[in-house]
């Protein structure tokens, strides 16, 4: 299948920094990153971007003693009911995936020390010295909140950093602004842009029952893609198939500012 030109569509640009890559919940292994890394590559040349891939999944599965205690059962019972909702109006079927998602949304949100262990994956990477700016965010899915929250932590803690671009695929950060908004237990019902990000760009793809617009948070861009056939939308982001997404989003923005 022909998707588009090869990488050297894109002329005369300098390097475009660094690049990390973040997964989201599932059942991620090392390396996971090197087909999106492969796509992206496509319309790019390899010596003019750094990639830094984002592992935390070894984390989660930490033994971190949890019990089914009543937040818990709060916080999984409204999230559940805002995706069903979701899923619902947008006819996009049953997702039974959804429920054993869901627990691990709550998980994250209710243990501290899980969260700061998976937080401390990404933000040890973006504070060393040598990294190569400019620098940028690709997160998908659960990615997007451990990104969204360790930045909100660099601004509490008042860390001298900058984020040139973060992109979010498929994020759920609408769905934790809708519970925070019932419950009033987090940061992010007023969640909105922060202050150390120059630029903010969200996608979500039609039919993703987990990906939506963040047009609360005040995103820079906030873009509705159709889905690839016979892949599963949530997952449809970084696929070769995907030339809107490669090179008309990441690529072209990345290199925008150079060209």
Same mark, same amino acid.
């Given at each position: 299948?022909?998707? /588009? ?18 997964? $989201?919940? /599932? ?39 949890? $019990? ?24 996009? $079927? ?75 695929? /498929? ?18 019902? $007023?969640?909105?842009?922060? %202050? ?14 987990? /990906? ?8 820079? %861009? ?27 989003i990441i690529i072209d923005s990345l290199t925008h500012r150079l060209?």
């Open positions: 299948m022909n998707i /588009g030109f090869p990488y050297f569509e894109i002329k005369n640009i300098m390097n475009v920094g660094t690049l990390f890559l973040i997964h $989201g919940i /599932g059942d991620q292994k090392p390396g996971y990153s090197k087909e999106w890394q492969e796509n992206i590559l496509f319309y790019l040349k390899p010596n003019k971007i750094n990639f830094v891939e984002i592992y935390w999944q070894d984390v989660f599965k930490k033994e971190y003693v949890t $019990g089914k205690t009543p937040l818990q059962s709060k916080l999984y019972n409204t999230l559940f009911d805002i995706l069903t909702r979701k899923v619902i109006n947008e006819k996009i $079927g049953l997702v039974e995936f959804l429920k054993e998602v869901i627990l691990d949304f709550v998980l994250y949100l209710t243990n501290r020390n899980l969260q700061k262990d998976i937080k401390d994956c990404l933000k040890k990477p973006l504070l060393q010295n040598n990294i190569k700016k400019p620098l940028s965010i690709i997160a998908h899915s659960w990615g997007s909140v451990i990104t969204y929250d360790a930045l909100f932590d660099f601004l509490k803690e008042e860390k001298d950093f900058s984020l040139d671009t973060l992109f979010t695929f /498929g994020s759920p950060l609408w769905l934790l602004k809708q519970m925070d908004n019932i419950l009033s237990l987090f940061h992010y019902s $007023g969640a909105k842009k922060l %202050s150390n990000t120059r630029r903010w760009l969200n996608v979500y793809a039609k039919e993703d029952p987990i /990906g939506a617009s963040l047009k609360s948070f005040d995103v820079d %861009s906030d873009t509705k893609v159709p889905p690839i056939p016979n892949i599963p939308p949530h997952i449809s982001y970084f696929v070769k198939e995907n030339r809107y997404v490669l090179k008309n060209t």
